[in-house]
């Protein structure tokens, strides 16, 4: 999945319920470590065991503008749930248009045309 920096969303893992489970986000393009505001993951209260970590978690001065990332969620034992996503890119990009540039390329066809039509 892509998500723009903008976004909250929620990553999701499943383990027993009532463990104290945490979370690792890796660039995969650096192979360095994401800082996070906090690594714990929060257990729903109304589905035992699914436990969640907000994307707003995520110190967005440690991840450029386009990255693609791992998450690990584990429980301190010897389970560990993964996933990857893909964080930024073209959603958070300003689009900028150049009208100007559009109105003289038409008015040049334009012309070209006029010059055309005169010549039938």
Do not use: W
Not at 74 to 103: C, L, P, S, T
């Amino acid at each position: 999945m892509r998500y723009s920096e903008k976004e909250e969303t929620v990553l999701v893992g499943t383990f027993d319920p009532g463990l104290d489970v945490k979370i690792k986000i890796l660039n995969l393009d650096t192979d360095s470590l994401i800082t996070l505001k906090t690594d714990k993951c929060l257990e729903s209260e109304h589905i035992p065991g699914v436990y969640m970590f907000s994307t707003i978690n995520i110190d967005k001065n440690t991840v450029p503008k386009y990255a693609n990332l791992l998450y690990e969620m584990y429980d301190g034992e010897i389970d560990r749930q993964y996933g990857k996503f893909i964080y930024g890119g073209y959603m958070d990009e300003e689009i900028v248009v150049n009208v100007e540039a559009d109105k003289e390329a038409h008015d040049e066809i334009k012309e070209q045309l006029d010059i055309i039509n005169a010549r039938l």
